[in-house]
């Protein structure tokens, strides 16, 4: 049996090159101790095909195996999470490497690298990322076909040109897909949330909890209003409510199923839609309060949106908001004792503070202003850089410290109003939004979180309070940038300073929306509104134009194959042909049957001017086409020659036309 040959050093050194270039992407998965192993597996290999030296026992290898698969067992608690799977992809890749001696384990690798690229998108879906694994999916082609060949000493490179055409043959089959090919509701891939976490609102508020956040860049999510939108004093986006508080946090405390009435008037109604980002929770937001469902969410006692899973791939959705409304509930027997429950020894002093309004005020709504007056009076601080102040929080933030984020005001005046028998609650959000210069759309970070409080008032229902602003008023209109001091960690986004950099980043987020919006966004939903606009909405429609879309897509691959088969001409022939030309234009016209030789004597005989160069030109051609290898350099010298060969024709071939035979 014939042995297949071994791999040269050069197919080695771009398996090596490729293969680091796909992992690239992943080391922010990797423990630190796999990519290490995979760097020294692929040093020692490059050593070897260097030195020529012999490639460790299979013993030691299997003792390898063995001894990773338990160390990422014991990193990660599972081998089936993604970023176990992805971590225990790459460490056996780095052994096989150690194993690399023939076509058949550089194709195993190659195929490896196709699984890692596909891995990457699990964890990244941005632009950036599809334009840089498409440019590690031509190189593993170019692998791939080299592995396919004989020629032992070419070089792998010199199929990238074949490569780049097979992955462009590929692209019209794979917009027919994307396009026409049924989508199921919900992501395809059903990924454990611990392999999809990602920063965004919690549905707790601990104190400190929302200034953490609030130091990221990092974009909760973009809207489009059909119209103006609304001024930035009024872009309040609402989250979860927290009505349970155990002395420490706000959770989520059990709602009614059925939507409440809203108040207000039905012409401050807004619509819109938003583009979110993941965030691994079950909820969307919106603007103020929502009129109606969104998406696959549907709204709960505490017009929250609430999905039945949660958010982890990029979602858009239509959204109509009802702006200076309240909820009009009536509020009685268990509900009403729920969102006046309190710990019984939490924060004395507080509580005692406002037993004292609660005697000294008319009605509810006195016992507020004198919970606002007090957060103007007193010398209190809006900060990202609060103290941590333990347990009895509420005691130190009021009357000790006096400086916090808005979770700190949010909390603190939900409690005090709670102690003078005022129902509250907080909810959790965001408040603003950035237009984009470079789009139409409003950008809403997560260093706009934010967290504000409602209180129930007769005659009015639950209203929102916002204590932030009694402290810090520019927070609502100017943003979080001009509400906090200089010093404070704020990302650079929320700073209002303009700059290159700034208009830059605008400008790839506009990218980067359009690419949500139309790739990651195209879902069910959207690719029925699509397909519907052209009469292609339902599924026997759509299947339809998936058949014909992937013929008319063949057809066109196919049409440029066979042309590029027939134009694609040898550079010796293309060369002989301009001299022709030339020739041509002096009335010198080769026969049908004329050869080479033949020819450029004949011309030489009719161009004395140009004779010599005349044959220098054949003769080159000649060589280059009729010796067995052809000589070194014949080709840059046969169209030296031909560009040798010039006028003037006039005055030679006036009034003669020699046609060959």
């Known amino acids: 049996m014939n042995r297949a040959p071994a791999l040269s050093t050069s197919m080695v050194a771009a398996l090596l090159a490729v293969l680091g270039g796909v992992l690239v992407p992943h080391l922010a998965h990797l423990p630190l101790w796999v990519t290490a192993g995979v760097v020294a597996a692929g040093l020692l290999r490059w050593r070897i095909a260097r030195k020529g030296s012999g490639l460790p026992p299979r013993w030691l290898l299997a003792g390898l195996t063995l001894g990773v698969t338990a160390g990422i067992w014991a990193a990660f608690g599972t081998l089936a999470d993604l970023s176990a799977g992805v971590a225990l992809l790459a460490a056996m890749g780095g052994l096989k490497l150690l194993e690399l001696r023939r076509r058949r384990d550089a194709l195993v690798l190659i195929y490896l690298g196709f699984f890692l690229v596909g891995a990457q998108f699990l964890f990244s879906q941005a632009p950036w990322t599809g334009a840089y694994l498409l440019g590690a999916v031509w190189a593993l082609t170019a692998l791939l076909v ?25 692209v019209p089959v794979a917009a027919v897909l994307f396009l026409f090919f049924p989508r199921l509701d919900g992501p395809l891939l059903g990924l454990p949330e611990e392999g999809s976490a990602v920063t965004g609102l919690d549905d707790r508020l601990a104190p400190g909890a929302v200034s953490r956040l609030s130091r990221s860049d990092a974009v909760a999510f973009r809207a489009t209003f059909a119209d103006a939108p609304p001024p930035p004093g009024q872009r309040y986006w609402r989250g979860p409510v927290l009505a349970a508080y155990d002395g420490r946090e706000w959770r ?44 696959d969410a549907r709204r709960d006692g505490d017009a929250v949106l609430r999905t039945e899973d949660p958010v982890r791939e990029v979602i858009r959705y239509r959204m109509r908001s009802r702006l200076h409304a309240g909820l009009g509930e009536e509020l009685e027997g268990a509900v009403r004792d729920r969102h006046l429950r309190l710990p019984e020894e939490a924060h004395p002093r507080a509580r005692e503070l406002a037993k004292e309004w609660e005697a000294e005020a008319a009605d509810a709504e006195e016992v507020l202003q004198r919970a606002l007056g007090y957060l103007r009076r007193q010398d209190f ?22 400086s916090g984020f808005c979770g700190h005001y949010a909390g603190a005046l939900a409690f005090l109003m709670r102690a003078a028998g005022v129902p509250a609650r907080v909810v959790t959000g965001y408040l603003g939004g950035e237009p ?16 504000w409080t409602e209180v129930w008032l007769p005659e009015e229902g639950w209203v929102r309070v916002d204590p932030t602003g009694a402290v810090a008023p520019d927070r609502a209109e100017e943003g979080l940038g001009e509400s906090v001091p200089e010093e404070d960690p704020v990302p650079s986004m929320a700073r209002s300073e303009g700059s290159w950099l700034r208009d830059v980043r605008f400008r790839i987020d506009a ?20 397909l519907g606009s052209v009469g292609l909405g339902d599924w026997p429609r759509m299947v339809a134009g998936l058949a014909a879309g992937l013929a008319l897509a063949g057809g066109l691959v196919a049409g440029l ?44 005989a009719a161009l004395p001017d140009q004779a010599e160069a005349v044959r220098r030109a054949v003769s080159a051609y000649i060589r280059l086409r009729y010796t067995p290898e052809g000589p070194e350099g014949g080709l840059r010298e046969l169209r030296r020659r031909v560009a040798e060969v010039r006028g003037p024709w006039k005055r030679q071939a006036a009034g003669r036309d020699t046609s060959g035979p």
Do not use: C, M
């Not at 792998?156 to 462009?168: D, F, Q, S």
């Not at 405390?253 to 059925?258: G, K, M, N, S």
């Not at 601080?381 to 410290?401: I, S």
């Not at 134009?567 to 041509?584: G, I, M, Q, S």
């Open 146 to 170: 080299a592995a396919g060949r004989d020629a032992e000493e070419e070089s792998p490179w010199a199929h990238a040109g074949l490569a780049g055409r097979l992955v462009a043959q590929a």
């Open 252 to 295: 989520p405390a059990e709602a009614a199923e059925e939507p409440p009435e809203l108040g207000g008037e039905e012409g401050a109604e807004l619509d819109y839609r938003i583009l979110l980002e993941p965030h691994s929770r079950r909820w969307l937001f919106a603007l103020d309060l929502p009129v109606r469902d969104g998406g």
């Open 381 to 402: 601080a809006y900060t990202l850089k609060p103290p941590d102040y333990g347990e009895n929080w509420v005691d130190r933030f009021l009357f000790e410290e006096r």
């Open 436 to 451: 984009n210069p470079a789009g139409d759309y409003l950008i809403v970070r997560q260093s706009d979180a934010h967290a």
């Open 511 to 530: 990218l980067e929306t359009a690419w949500n919006r139309w790739v990651l966004g195209y879902d069910a939903q959207v690719q029925r509104d699509v």
């Open 561 to 604: 194959v066979l042309w590029r088969g027939r134009t694609r001409r040898d550079p010796a022939v293309a060369a002989f042909a301009r001299l022709e030309r030339k020739l041509a234009r002096a009335g010198v016209r080769r026969g049908r049957a004329e050869g080479p030789a033949a020819f450029g004597e004949r011309a030489a």
